[in-house]
């Protein structure tokens, strides 16, 4: 295992830039995941730490060695890929072992490593069958040890779940959880999907357009998000985001929704509130019932089971629709469409953000 670090990396397909001057550490061991839209830069990033894309601009480093000039066999990396691409004429072991034998790797060391991967991954039955009789599942797994085998410093991943049914997913998401664990390998591992993100990752990467919008622990990304970008891209349901305007003095601050609406704001000393113009707060920080002081109409009620989703309507006094905020209530639910009902917002888990979009969270600095 070792680090990896990209300083001022830059790549442009053409005029257009698909990476910029983008830097990053990622330490020994860690499972960093790269996370954003399709077409952010997710694939151009990763093959560029493999050497299956050349940089424009900056320089790379494995281990403290640099190596944006190493073809992708000298770098110590091994990549999955959302396909397999396994050689269908190939047992499962010819398989694993046709990358170490060009390499003119020792016969007994092949096989050494091929029955320790093939413990690891619990594909030892398979070893002798073809990439035909396997299942995506199966085939995902050997395209896996086939990476595994090659001993790399750095595991590189693409979208390798993307191919599997959402059981088979979230089964092999453990699964490469587990294996990081047993390994303690670095690891990258690119996905656009947010709950493998939260799930896997010991740190995300949040890519927006080519550029970093944040880097941070799952729940930092989840609790403080630094703009709407990331807010809106990480958890289910989506987070709300309310048009509010912002007060405050040397000691209180609020927000206000429409004209009734008043949210008392734990932001003693807030500056420039009026910079704000967006609230967001997430459906589980706004809760239904309890007398809370917020009166809305139930619009959609959907049952999860262990709680329900209640998109309301809120009254803020200014006539017409009010915008609408998902709140949460118990699983037992006894809202109904069309019910008045009243809502609580956790005032300590709302984040203010600006006309661009950045967010101010309490306890941070202000200015
Ligand atoms: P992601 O993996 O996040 O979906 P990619 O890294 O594949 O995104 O692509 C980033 C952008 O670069 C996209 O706009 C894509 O169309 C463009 N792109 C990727 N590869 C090439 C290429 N070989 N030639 C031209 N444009 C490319
Ligand atoms: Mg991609």
Do not use: W
């Amino acid at each position: 295992m070792a680090s990896v670090e990209l300083t001022t990396v830059s790549k442009s397909y053409g005029a257009v830039r698909v990476i910029d001057a983008l830097s990053l550490a990622i330490g020994s061991g860690e499972l960093v995941v790269f996370l954003g839209p399709s077409g952010c830069g997710k694939s151009t990033l990763l093959r560029m730490i493999a050497g299956l894309e050349t940089v424009d601009d900056g320089s790379i480093s494995i281990g403290g060695r640099r190596v944006d000039r190493l073809a992708p066999g000298d770098r110590g990396v091994a990549m999955v890929f959302q396909h397999y691409a396994l050689y269908p004429h190939m047992s499962v072991r010819q398989n694993m072992a046709f990358g170490l034998r060009n390499v003119r790797l020792a016969p007994a060391e092949i096989e050494r490593r091929i029955a320790d991967a093939a413990r690891v991954l619990e594909i030892e039955q398979l070893l002798d069958r073809k990439p035909g009789q396997l299942s995506g599942g199966q085939k995902q797994r050997v395209a896996i040890g086939r990476a595994i085998v090659k001993e790399p410093l750095v595991f590189l991943f693409d979208e390798p779940l993307s191919n599997l049914d959402a059981a088979l997913r979230g089964r092999t998401r453990v699964e490469i959880a587990q294996l990081h664990q047993r390994m303690a390998s670095t690891m990258i591992f690119v996905t656009h999907d947010q709950v493998e993100a939260m799930t896997l990752a010991d740190r995300i990467v949040v890519l927006n357009d080519g550029r970093i919008e944040q880097i941070g622990t799952p729940m930092e990304i989840y609790a403080r998000p630094h703009s709407t970008f990331v807010a809106g891209f990480v958890g289910s349901p989506k987070i709300n985001l309310l048009p509010a305007a912002v007060e405050a003095n040397g000691t209180a601050a609020r927000a206000l929704i429409g004209r009734d609406i008043v949210i008392d704001l734990p932001l003693a000393g807030l500056r420039h509130p009026a910079r704000f113009v967006t609230l967001g707060v997430r459906a589980e920080a706004v809760t239904v019932g309890g007398g809370g002081p917020i009166e809305g109409t139930a619009r959609v009620v959907e049952r999860l089971g262990d709680r329900t989703l209640v998109h309301v309507e809120l009254a803020t006094g200014q006539g017409g629709a009010g915008p609408q905020i998902m709140a949460t209530d118990r699983g037992d639910s006894r809202v109904a469409v069309g019910d008045q009902v009243a809502i609580s917002i956790d005032p300590t888990a709302v984040t203010l953000f600006d006309a661009a979009g950045r967010s101010h969270h309490a306890g941070l600095d202000d200015d």
